[in-house]
């Protein structure tokens, strides 16, 4: 079984920055594809962007790209999003995932999730 708990969530203004960190227990994060969702209010979960295993990412949601980057630190069990250039549109629950078999950037192919932190961009 793998918990996994987010944080660094919090209000920023727009054009901010902030990094949420997803931290792992019971098993090791670095033979798992970990993704990053999103829900936003009055909306579908969706899908950010994806680490796999090796190193790799998969290619992340074109809202986000250019400004949303991940990065693990596997000596801590941790994955990292690191978002800049923050909009209002970004404003959603965001959650880590896991899957530990294959990759994917569909939601229902991931194994574990974690409970989700908010982020809030003010205009």
């Known amino acids: 079984q793998v918990q996994l708990v987010e944080s660094g969530g919090g209000l920023v203004q727009a054009g901010g920055s902030l990094r949420l960190a997803c931290a792992a227990s019971?098993?090791?994060?670095?033979?798992?594809?970990m993704g990053w969702f999103r829900r936003a209010p009055g909306k579908e979960r969706e899908f950010v962007i994806a680490?796999?295993?090796?190193?790799?990412?998969?290619s992340p949601a074109d809202s986000v790209k250019g400004r949303f980057t991940v990065s693990r630190d596997n000596a801590k069990n941790t994955m990292y999003l690191q978002m800049i250039s923050l909009k209002p549109e970004d404003t959603a629950i965001y959650y880590c995932?896991?899957?530990?078999?294959?990759?994917?950037?569909?939601?229902?192919?991931?194994?574990?999730w974690g409970q989700g932190t908010q982020v809030t961009v003010s205009s």
């Open positions: 995932a896991a899957r530990y078999l294959g990759v994917a950037t569909t939601a229902v192919l991931y194994d574990y």
């Open positions: 019971g098993r090791t994060l670095s033979s798992a594809t």
């Open positions: 680490d796999t295993w090796s190193g790799s990412s998969l």
